[in-house]
């Protein structure tokens, strides 16, 4: 997501993380709910505002980005952390055992950079 403008910082050992869209403000994106929804409708992937939510300010573009689409049991059961050692290694176990999750953030990007 940095790549197109988003500000993804790296979660802290949890599940979800919240990516700044401040990018995306518009005219029609004045807040995270109009951001939400806006992705949803044109790129069908939903997230979760975090304005109101969260302790966080109105009108800021932060969403609650969650790692729930996909088998974490299977995908656990198959992880070697010694493989990780490189990108190219990562990047084959997330499109084999997290495809759903790669390809929403794909979708994402795309939606982004029009």
Not at 92 to 108: D, E, R, T, W
Request: charge should be negative.
């Amino acid at each position: 997501l940095n790549s197109v403008g988003v500000v993804a910082n790296k979660p802290e050992g949890t599940y979800y993380f919240m990516p700044d869209f401040e990018v995306c403000r518009s005219p029609i994106i004045q807040d995270g709910t109009a951001l939400c929804e806006k992705l949803l409708q044109d790129a069908n992937v939903a997230l979760m505002p975090c304005d109101p939510h969260y302790n966080r300010p109105h009108g800021e573009l932060t969403t609650r980005f969650a790692y729930v689409n996909f088998d974490g049991a299977d995908a656990f059961k198959h992880v070697s952390y010694e493989e990780f050692n490189n990108f190219e290694e990562e990047e084959k176990f997330l499109q084999k055992y997290c495809k759903p999750v790669v390809v929403g953030v794909s979708a994402i990007k795309e939606w982004v950079k029009k």
